[in-house]
């Protein structure tokens, strides 16, 4: 690789780290016209995309950078986060398992591999993947939050608290975890500690948006359980606010997605699909998030006739090429 390229592909990292993706994808599209086989440009292209929310486009420069190098564990990593954001939870998983099978002790491959874990609800696999690599590295704050995730959804409280307090230690502009503490706590022993700890972060230090809406919502919910209703929406409005401000939605996507979903069904042929014969009966359930359904499947699943499979996706990934790939 000469200078000149060196010195370019430079320029492009330094503008990815200060967030000018557009810059990024421009000027990789231009450098890879003449250097196909560089497979840093395209991961880092295909991340550019992904932080813009062109997942499709993304999948296909990571495809790329893995063609070009097996063991470019970066792209693999990235690749699964892509197909994790498009719900294909089976082929991110395999992702995740490769790059951990090229190195055990890639940090973030058990971290996204843990929060996978959570997403389908396996949260016992979740904490052996996020104790590992907390082993591995203790600086990673977004760990102990989403481990203080993974034993709230076992029941495990108190570990929670603990994990997430250790958190705090290490950083307290981490109000992620303030929030989540907020959510275990109601009017116990630490509580109003807590609350004074988090008022003094609002009034002392220098925070993003994102850190003072959790620290809204989380002081609105303490507020909430003290029975201080005005003091809970005062500060329930602030966070929604400012929550506000930051969000970035376009009507005009979600009506050309729901179009396109009606369509691929109105055009669906039932009749000319095979009709398969099982020896099992299965059991759907169905259901908005939080409606209860984990807890269906847990009391149904706790029969010996039955077997849990988890969050499937085989419906999502039948309709998906149809519906989203060329959405």
Known sequence: MNQDIQNKIKIISDKFKNKDFNYVINKSKILLKKNLDNDFL?????LSLQYKGDYIKAKKCFKNAIQINSKNIAAINNLGNTYKYLK????????FQDLLEINPNYVNGLINLGNLKIDLNSFDEAILYLNKALKLDKS???TYSNLGNAYMGIGKFQEAREILQAALKINPLLTKADKMLSDLNKNEEGTDLHLNQMLSKLRELSLNDEQKVNLYFAIAKIYDDKKNFQ????????GNKLQRKNITYNTKNYKKLSSSIKTYFSNFEYEKKTTHIHNKKII???GMPRSGTTLTENIISSHSKVASLGELNFI???IRPAVIDNF
């Open 140 to 142: 990673i704050e977004a």
């Open 42 to 46: 395209w991961n880092i292209q295909g």
């Open 88 to 95: 294909d939870f089976t082929k991110a998983e395999v992702c």
């Open 316 to 318: 999502g990934n039948q």
């Open 284 to 286: 759907f359930i169905l």
């Open 231 to 238: 003091k809970s929406f005062e500060f329930l409005l602030n």
